[in-house]
């Protein structure tokens, strides 16, 4: 079967937009009828396949072909994953989850027509701003000079517990080349009017891999030695489990939910991360094992008792999570449960359902299946490997 599928839009529900909460306001506006949430969150996260994150190299570059690439670290030699791979991965959540806009679509030439659904453009103007751009920022990509919202979450690199974690044999990967949108039946709705969706990797069980480099060629034919259409990578072995830290400031109940639910999702949900989804690595399990909650209306009236400050840990963290923060503000709960209501988890939880489906080969079809099978749907792979 194909490695991966679509989210469809939800095209006759564009995002709804609206002004957002600035980071100076320290009392919501009585027009908000809503608490605005401030604190931090501990992130756990834990590999349940083998990950790997590395240094930024460009693509199809060259390498020492005896030596794996290695899992990037910091400047103290920690294994991370970085925070801005942490924040990509939750704002595309909530973007398909919670229904944003599209902030990275851009139309390929192949399909000779903007195919992306009105009202789903990008987000433009910083009064007027989705959900998951009022949570992550919003900079217009094209004008220098137009306003921009800086995000109200803030995501540190997340730490392995162990200094020297295990490690995976090491591995060649297989060619991930870039998309191919000119499949319109694969990257195009039935009727080939809008796009498809959001694109998501099936979880794997087991890793898809070659058995050496594989040179790039040159117009003659000959093979580059020295450049690679793979890698050779040694990843951090499944177990591998990492902390990190999410400051977030002045979050309306809507987006406390969305990021909190982001996070959650459903108990047999695992979210995709890092380098090479497309062979089955970067599986892993998010969780939250602190929540800090600040209130600073009463912060600044008080010397003494908790200072406005709130934390919640251990069964007190989990009783409150299950009821979708419910005893803290039932807006927060019904904001969770539209979430959760929405077509497109549904969608996302086939692709994102843990355990795997057993039995279920993923691998690209070849180019010769392209051919003879030039309008088959991703749903048509499914069989496609014994």
């Known amino acids: 079967m194909n490695p991966f599928d679509f989210v469809p839009l939800d095209i006759k529900h564009p995002p709804m937009r609206c002004t957002p909460v600035w980071h100076n306001v320290l009392v919501p506006d009585k027009r908000l009828g809503t608490k605005l949430y401030t604190g931090y ?19 199809q570059a060259s390498q020492d072909p005896r030596e794996p690439q290695q899992h990037i670290q910091n400047k103290w030699d920690e294994y991370i ?25 851009s139309p390929p030439r192949e399909h000779n027509r903007n195919t992306l659904p009105a009202g789903f453009e990008a987000c433009n103007h910083n009064r007027s701003l989705c959900i998951a751009c009022r949570l992550f920022g919003m ?7 137009s306003a921009v919202f800086m995000g109200k979450v803030n995501i540190g690199d997340a730490l392995a517990y162990d200094d020297i974690p295990e490690f995976h044999d090491p591995i060649y990967t297989i060619v991930l080349d870039v998309p191919k949108p000119r499949h319109k039946a694969f990257y195009l709705d ?49 177990g591998t489990d990492f902390g990190a830290r999410i400051d977030f400031a002045n979050l309306t109940a809507d987006e406390f939910a969305a990021l909190l639910y982001a996070i959650q999702l459903q108990p047999d949900m695992r979210h995709k991360l890092g380098y090479g989804k497309p062979m089955g690595l970067g599986s892993v399990q998010l969780s939250i094992t602190e929540l800090q909650l600040v209130d600073f209306s009463s912060r600044y009236r008080t010397i003494r008792g908790n200072r406005g400050i709130t934390s919640y840990k251990d069964d007190d963290l989990y009783d409150l999570l299950d ?5 803290i503000d039932e807006q927060i709960s019904r904001h969770w449960n539209y979430f959760r209501s929405l077509p497109a988890i ?12 057993k039995n279920v080969f993923y691998g690209y079809p070849d180019p010769d299946w392209f051919k003879q099978n030039p309008r088959a749907r991703i749903s048509e792979t499914k069989y496609l490997y014994p």
């Not at 969150?41 to 693509?59: D, M, N, Q, R, V």
């Not at 900079?139 to 000079?145: C, G, L, P, Q, T």
């Not at 009821?323 to 005893?327: K, M, N, T, V």
């Not at 549904?346 to 489906?357: A, G, Q, S, T, V």
């Open 41 to 59: 969150l501990y992130l756990y996260i834990k590999a349940e396949t083998p990950i790997f994150i590395g240094t930024s190299i460009p693509h």
């Open 346 to 357: 549904k969608r996302l939880y086939d692709i994102w359902k843990w355990p795997p489906e």
């Open 190 to 238: 039935e009727q080939e009017r809008y796009i498809a969706g959001r694109k998501f990797y099936f979880h794997n069980q087991e890793l898809l891999t070659e058995n050496r480099l594989i040179p790039v060629l040159s117009k003659s034919g000959k093979s580059q030695e020295t450049r690679y259409r793979n890698r050779y990578i040694e990843p951090l072995d499944t």
């Open 323 to 327: 009821q979708q923060l419910a005893p």
């Open 81 to 105: 994953i970085p925070g801005t791979s942490i924040k990509g991965l939750l704002r595309t959540v909530v973007e398909t989850v919670c229904n944003g806009c599209m902030t990275k679509f």
């Open 139 to 145: 900079m217009h990509s094209k004008k220098r000079e």
